[in-house]
């Protein structure tokens, strides 16, 4: 005679684990989406806006040309609706593995009505969902970092580019030279993660810090570009260096 199947387990009433926010990772910047826009402003004394407009303008694109640009790491989409701002012809689509950065940022196109000019996608920047040369400029600002593979990131940022585009990278960094280097300095080991971690409730900014000081020189990271495929590449340091944008073009 067989035997009765037996019962099925019963179902776990334990809770789901929720994701750890590794350091760099969209689930450590989806626990600050909310905040980040206003902590960069205070953090930054409110400079990170003429940084991505310096940015935007080395793109040197031509607005009546409707050209294509893809930003990467584009978070809350401050770089992107400034890249649409200055060229009023221009479509942007936006790349980044947070969904809560993305959420604000469609938010803040869709006040400016911009839906139809910037498309806002979860992606990641080592490996690209687009064709070769599919756009005119690629920029990633504050992202770079976080790329775990830079070199095949940048790798990525020119196979999409055409030839002849430009691609630009914002990155903060640690000023070296100059009087006010070492008021720099202290800002960005005390200040930010001390006012950072006040404001979130998050370690998301004392990883900043030491992400920044991790990050390469800026003639050792200019090389890498260069090692990418890029040509004429060439380092501005803007406000006392404590941010360098780096510009490249395609061959």
């Not at 099925?8 to 760099?24: F, H, N, Q, R």
């Amino acid at each position: 005679m067989a035997q009765p199947s037996p019962p099925p387990p019963p179902a776990s009433s334990a809770p789901a684990v929720p994701a750890v926010p590794s350091d760099g990772s969209g689930v450590m910047f989806d626990a600050i989406a909310g905040r980040y826009d206003r902590l960069n402003r205070i953090l930054s004394m409110g400079w990170d806006q003429g940084w991505r407009r310096a940015t935007a303008a080395a793109l040197e694109l031509d607005s009546h040309s409707a050209p294509r640009v893809l930003d990467l790491a584009t978070g809350t989409a401050d770089l992107a609706l400034e890249i649409r701002r200055r060229y009023p012809g221009a479509t942007v689509v936006g790349i980044d593995p947070s969904q809560g950065m993305l959420e604000i940022g469609r938010q803040k196109v869709a006040a400016a009505r911009w839906q139809s000019s910037i498309d806002l996608q979860t992606g990641d920047a080592q490996a690209l969902p687009f064709e070769d040369g599919r756009f005119d400029a690629v920029t990633i600002a504050f992202g770079i970092r976080n790329v775990p593979d830079r070199r095949r990131g940048l790798a990525e940022m020119a196979r999409v580019t055409r030839s002849g585009g430009r691609i630009a990278v914002l990155e903060a960094s640690e000023p070296q030279g100059g009087l006010l280097a070492p008021l720099a300095r202290f800002h960005i080991h005390k200040v930010v993660p001390t006012v950072g971690a006040m404001l979130s409730r998050g370690k998301a900014y004392n990883y900043l810090q030491d992400s920044i000081a991790a990050f390469p020189a800026p003639q050792e990271f200019a090389t890498m570009m260069e090692a990418a495929g890029l040509q004429r590449v060439r380092i501005q340091a803007l406000t006392f260096g404590v941010c360098q944008l780096f510009v490249g073009e395609v061959p």
